[in-house]
């Protein structure tokens, strides 16, 4: 507002980006993207879309390296063994397990057969368990019930009743939403007490680490077991785009032209190696790249964390090389507390039955107003229908749900139906 903004921003919040760009705060990047783009478009390409608006860039979008999903479920392989159980590939299959984890209390009095947390912030413990619920005909549809609003859309009912019925059964963590830090249920996972886990990618693998150095074994592998309603699996990917790379309004003439050039040059590989891991990287032998220690780095002054001065390009020649990736988690470990088949399967079960939900750089003024609240709101919906008793489970469901609608969620949906229809998608 002051007119001083520095002459490149960027954020990973696509509503500040559209704000930003609907109130005339952002440069148009449509022609000098034209002229000086062509790295960004032959290297980030997959990226791109995103950052226009009926037809103007009002960003370039960063490009994320390894295409990763954005959940994993994992299993204890071992307890399957002890079981004599096949690795599920259903959710009547999983429920069957859980149980069976219950009765024999494999993890001891206080055996948790499917350890949850009670993040307020994130769905991700149980959203791919829900969304497996949901038949999405149409891209219309992934679109309007992005995984952000998976757990309200049409079947995802019924995967809350189901979830439900377990946590009465005794087959969940017992007060789960209370572990708003997840420390109970990494504990529980370090400690041998649970069975099965749905989270974030690589965030359990110290737990595991300390769980294998106890058992003297292998003991979680990654699982998927939640079928859709045809058979078939559903896998939620990152999207290819990071973050929002924007110029000001304020900066205009060669300097918006030097922008360009610069953010240009930056997505190159080569420079993009550079910036990411200095001038003085080394490389394996497998060509991954690898930066100086934070010693080294201080000592010739290098500022800061390296990756967050690359805003362009993370998508190199390795990063999608399973076998690669692989190779190079197996030889990082500090301690072997795993073998390199089992980081060779988990890459390979990450490839499997990709999705990604549409995405545009449009946000309705409702959800700009509502959307918020509502995300926040719906994760305490769900945690709250989860937990209730049996019998109180449809009224829970239907007073829940009521209030997301009276704060403004069927108001987001249907504008973000009115969208997709208006671009002839």
């Known amino acids: 507002a002051g007119g001083t903004a520095p002459d490149i921003v960027f954020t990973y919040d696509q509503a500040l980006f559209y704000n930003y760009a609907s109130n005339g705060a952002l440069a148009d990047l449509t022609e000098v993207y034209g002229k000086y783009g062509a790295n960004i478009e032959e290297y980030c390409k997959e990226a791109q879309g995103v950052g226009e608006i009926d037809g ?15 959940h994993m479920a994992y299993i204890r392989q071992d307890w399957l063994d002890e ?15 859980l149980k069976a984890v219950k009765e024999k209390k494999l993890g001891g009095e206080n055996t948790v057969p499917w350890a949850m947390s009670g993040r307020a912030d ?26 952000e609003y998976m757990s309200v859309a049409p079947g995802s009912k019924e995967g809350l009743k189901q979830l439900n019925e377990w946590y009465n059964e ?6 789960f939403p209370t572990d708003t830090t997840e420390d109970m249920m990494l504990a529980d996972i370090a400690n041998g007490r649970t069975g099965f886990i749905l989270t974030d990618l690589t965030q359990p693998w110290d737990s595991f680490k300390v769980l294998n150095s106890e058992t003297g074994h292998s003991t979680f592998v990654p699982v998927q077991c939640f079928e859709l309603p045809d058979g078939s699996y ?19 003439g060669e300097k918006l032209d030097a922008c360009m050039m610069y953010l ?48 362009m390009n993370l998508n190199f020649d390795w990063v999608n090389d399973m076998d690669v990736l692989a190779q190079t988690d197996f030889d990082n470990q500090e301690t072997e507390w795993e073998s390199l088949e089992w980081f060779q399967n988990f890459y390979n079960m990450s490839r499997e039955n990709m999705f990604r939900f549409p995405t545009y750089g449009y946000i309705s003024e409702d959800e700009q107003t509502f959307g918020a ?31 997301l609608v009276n704060a403004g969620l069927q108001k987001i949906l249907d504008a973000r139906a009115a969208y997709y229809d208006s671009i002839g998608k």
Do not use: H
């Open 234 to 252: 559903r896998n939620p990917y990152e999207y290819r785009y990071a973050m929002f790379v924007m110029v000001p309004s304020t900066t205009e």
């Open 264 to 311: 240009n040059w930056m997505a190159d590989p080569e420079n993009a190696k550079i910036v990411r891991y200095t001038p003085d990287y080394s490389e394996t032998e497998a060509g991954v790249l690898i930066e100086p220690s934070q010693e080294v780095k201080d000592e010739k002054g290098y500022p800061g964390t390296c990756d967050d001065l690359c805003i």
């Open 170 to 175: 005794g087959l969940l963590t017992k007060d």
């Open 122 to 147: 994130t769905a991700k413990g149980y959203v791919n368990f829900v969304g497996s619920y949901v038949t999405l005909e149409s891209d219309r549809d992934a679109y309007i019930y992005s995984e």
């Open 83 to 97: 079981l004599g159980m096949e690795m599920p590939k259903t959710k009547e299959e999983l429920g069957e397990y």
């Open 56 to 70: 103007t860039r009002y960003a370039v979008m960063k490009q994320r390296g390894t295409e990763f999903p954005r």
């Open 373 to 403: 609240d509502v995300k926040s709101r719906m994760i305490e919906f769900v945690y709250t229908t989860i937990c209730c008793p049996a019998e109180e489970f449809e009224a829970t469901y239907e007073s829940g749900y009521n209030e």
